[in-house]
C-alpha cells in the first residue's frame, strides 16, 4: 500500500511526473540490456503501433462538468442502487469479510503490469495444458491482472480468449494520443475493447460460478479517498441486465487508469439521499497485486483466517535488478526511476506475502517473467513482444517449476 508519507503536495506533483515518464518511455522504448544505443537525434519513429489519434476537432474542446461535492461521510455509507453487494473498501478487515467464499481453496492473485500481461495470460493457458490447473475459489486482478482475471476465473475453456486478447491488439486499441483535461491520453478505445470483449454471455457465466460460491475480485483506486476498492464483480453479473454489464465495464476500465495519463472513471452513487459519482482509477496505486487487508495477513489481533489453501501469484513483470543506461533525457530518467521505485516496492509485497502465508499455514506458490527473457519491444503494447511474451508464459505454466515456494534471492 502506498502510505501517509506520500501525502505532500511535492510527492504528488514528483508521483505524476515520473508516471508521465514512464508512459513517455514506453511510447519511445529504450533498448534491450544488451542492445546498442541509438543516439536520441538519430532515432526514427516506428509508427506501426503508434496510438490512435482522433480527428482534429474545429471547435474548442468543452470544459470538464464541475463534479457534485460530497463529504467523506457520505462516502463511507454510499451505496449502489441495485448492487448491495458490489463492493468492500480494500483496507477494511470488517468490510472485506462480507466478499469471501464459505468454502476454502486455491486463490490466484494477479499483479498489474501493462502489456507484460501477455505472460500471466501465458502462463495459465499453458497450465492448463498440463490438466493440473485448479478451479479457484478465488481470483483478483489488478490492471492489466484484473483483464486477466475473468477468463481466468472461468477456467480452460476462455484460455483463447486470453490468447486474443493479450496477442491481437497494439497501442492503437488502448489509447489515443489526443489527451483530455483529465489525462494526456484519451482511453475510447480501450472502453471500446472491453465492451467487445465483455459480453453479456460472459457475465452469465460468471454469475453463474459466483452463485456455485467461487468469487471474482477486481481492485481500483477510489481517488476521493485515497483507499482500495475490492469490486466482487461476480455478485454484479448475478444482478444481470444492462446496469450490471455497464458497471463491470466500468470498473475494468478504472483498474488501469492510470491518474493523469489516463482519464479516470466515474461511477455512480447515493448517500443522504443524494447522487453524486466517485472517481476511480488504477488499482496498482495501492499495490502491485491484491489478496486482503493488511491487517488480516500481519501478525496480531487482526490477523484472521482466510477460506485460502493455496496461494498462487502471478507477477506480470520481472523481480530482478536489471542494467539500463538511461539517456540524459528528462523522460528517461524519470522512468527509470519510477521503475526502480515500483519494482522495489513489488519486491516488498512479494516477501510480505511469503512471511504472511507462511505465519497462516497456507500454501505459496510465486511465479513472475524469468530475467532470461530478453525480447525488446518496440513502442507501448507491441503485438510482437506480447506474442513473444505469451508464449513464454505458456512455455512456463506448461513446465513443472512454474510457480516457486519461496521468493528469490535477488544478490547478483
Excluded at 470544459?63 to 458490489?86: E, N
Excluded at 507477477?315 to 519510477?338: D, T, W
Excluded at 513472475?368 to 507501448?380: L, Q, V
Aim: charged letters at 20%; aromatic letters at 10%.
Amino acid at each position: 500500500m502506498i502510505g501517509p508519507a506520500l501525502a505532500s503536495s511535492t510527492t504528488r506533483v514528483l508521483l505524476a511526473c515520473l508516471l508521465a515518464g514512464a508512459l513517455v518511455a514506453t511510447v519511445t522504448p529504450a533498448p534491450a540490456q544488451n542492445e546498442t544505443r541509438t543516439p536520441p537525434a538519430a532515432k526514427q519513429q516506428t509508427r506501426k503501433n503508434a496510438p490512435a489519434k482522433k480527428p482534429a476537432r474545429a471547435e474548442k474542446p468543452e470544459a470538464p462538468v464541475a463534479r457534485t461535492p460530497f463529504s467523506a461521510g457520505d462516502l463511507q455509507i454510499a451505496i449502489f442502487p441495485g448492487f448491495p453487494d458490489a463492493r468492500a473498501w480494500g483496507d477494511s478487515a470488517a468490510d472485506f469479510r462480507r466478499l469471501l467464499p464459505q468454502n476454502p481453496g486455491p486463490w490466484l492473485i494477479l499483479s498489474g503490469g501493462g502489456a507484460d500481461g501477455a505472460y500471466g495470460a501465458g502462463l495459465v493457458s499453458g497450465w492448463s495444458q498440463t490438466g493440473e490447473r485448479p478451479e479457484f475459489a478465488v481470483v483478483t486482478g489488478v490492471s492489466t491482472g484484473a483483464a486477466i482475471a475473468p477468463f481466468a476465473f472461468l477456467g480452460p475453456r476462455h484460455d483463447e480468449d486470453l490468447r486474443k486478447n493479450f496477442t491481437t491488439i497494439t497501442a492503437a486499441d488502448v489509447f489515443t494520443s489526443g489527451g483530455t483535461d483529465e489525462g494526456l491520453f484519451d482511453t475510447w478505445p480501450l472502453k471500446r475493447l472491453i465492451e467487445k470483449q465483455v459480453t453479456t454471455e460472459l457475465l452469465a457465466e460468471i454469475a453463474a460460478e459466483h452463485r456455485r460460491g467461487r468469487r471474482l475480485l477486481v481492485v481500483t483506486t477510489n481517488l476521493d479517498s485515497g483507499r482500495p476498492v475490492v469490486w466482487n464483480m461476480g455478485a454484479i453479473a448475478a444482478r444481470g441486465g444492462d446496469q450490471a454489464l455497464q458497471l463491470f465495464h466500468q470498473v475494468l476500465l478504472a483498474s488501469s487508469a492510470i491518474p493523469g495519463l489516463f482519464p479516470p472513471a466515474y461511477i455512480d452513487a447515493e448517500a443522504n439521499g443524494r447522487k453524486f459519482q466517485e472517481m476511480h482509477a488504477d488499482g496498482s496505486i495501492t499495490g502491485p497485486f491484491y489478496v486482503a487487508p493488511n491487517s488480516m495477513l500481519s501478525p496480531g489481533p487482526g490477523a484472521a483466517r482466510l477460506p485460502a489453501t493455496e496461494f498462487y501469484i502471478v507477477v506480470n513483470g520481472k523481480l530482478s535488478p536489471y542494467f539500463q543506461m538511461p539517456e540524459r533525457e528528462r523522460a528517461y530518467i524519470l522512468s527509470r526511476g519510477l521503475g526502480v521505485a515500483l519494482q522495489f516496492g513489488l519486491r516488498a509485497q512479494v516477501y510480505q506475502m511469503h512471511g504472511a502465508a507462511q505465519r497462516l499455514g497456507i500454501g505459496y506458490h510465486l511465479a513472475f517473467i524469468s530475467p532470461d527473457f530478453s525480447y525488446s519491444g518496440r513502442g507501448a503494447f507491441d503485438p510482437d513482444y506480447m506474442k513473444a511474451l505469451f508464449e513464454h508464459g505458456v512455455e512456463v505454466g506448461k513446465s513443472s517449476s512454474a510457480f516457486r515456494s519461496t521468493p528469490p534471492d535477488f544478490n547478483p
